[in-house]
């Protein structure tokens, strides 16, 4: 079975805080993304990444970046944390054939104080 | 306009009784339409995934897609209280391509 896996469940940070969220899947996927939840809006797309060092901006990227060093490992980084950036964020994986899924992570729930 | 409207719900229904959940779209270009199940304090997983216009069924899940209306429907037969949960759908233009989600619709199913 797939395993993604959210280093943080809960996270406090404070407004102007570097925030970096971790992501690790066990499945040796090429695709990983960053989505956040927020509710009545669904999930929104902020970043993926089709490889190692490569990314890409999804529809949200303003105020995030990330960082894909290793297959397994996706980071998402808030570099200077505001209230606006609460929420839920789900990491996913998926493999490079066209109609698998996406697998996702049991979120990390961030606020900003 | 959001490209994938999903009314939130909470939708309400006791058990053995049939779900019916449905997203609009606005954009004809999407071809690839899923449903992804979120309970709570977990991520969504894979439910049913569907290409173009037509039924699919699954067990007690049944996906309906419309694209002359750009309607897409979940149906959920003989629910269960394990059934309770938030349901999403999505689509995408091409297979493998960028998801968008709905908003989610809340379904709590009563012994």
């Known amino acids: 079975d797939v395993k993604v896996t959210q280093s943080s469940r809960y996270l406090v940070k404070r407004t102007g805080e570097k925030v970096f969220l971790e992501c690790v899947q066990d499945?040796?996927?090429?695709?990983m993304f960053w989505y956040r939840q927020d509710p009545g809006l669904g999930l929104r797309l902020i970043y993926f990444?089709?490889?190692?060092?490569?990314?890409e901006k999804g529809d949200i990227p303003e105020g995030y970046s990330v960082s894909r060093e290793k297959k397994e490992r996706f980071s998402l980084i808030l570099e200077s944390a505001s209230t606006n950036q609460t929420s839920m964020y789900l990491c996913?994986?998926?493999?490079?054939?066209?109609?698998?899924?996406?697998?996702f992570g049991n979120g990390t729930r961030l606020t900003v104080t | 306009q959001k490209e994938v409207e999903q009314d939130p719900g909470p939708l309400s229904v006791p058990e053995g009784a049939i779900v019916s959940l449905n997203c609009t779209y606005s954009?004809?270009?999407?071809?690839?339409f899923m449903w992804y199940r979120q309970y709570s304090r977990k991520g969504p997983e894979l439910l049913m995934y569907?290409?173009?216009?037509g039924n699919k069924e699954d067990g007690r899940f049944t996906a309906q897609v419309d694209k002359s209306s750009k309607y897409i429907s979940l149906f959920i037969r003989d629910s269960q209280p394990s059934d309770s949960a938030t349901y999403l759908c999505?689509?995408?233009?091409?297979?493998?391509?960028?998801?968008?989600f709905g908003g989610g619709t809340r379904v709590l199913v009563k012994p």
């Open positions: 999505a689509t995408s233009k091409a297979a493998g391509n960028k998801l968008t």
């Open positions: 499945m040796d996927h090429e695709n």
């Open positions: 990444s089709y490889d190692v060092k490569m990314k």
């Open positions: 954009n004809s270009a999407f071809q690839y």
């Open positions: 569907t290409y173009s216009s």
């Open positions: 996913a994986s998926k493999d490079s054939f066209n109609n698998s899924p996406l697998h």
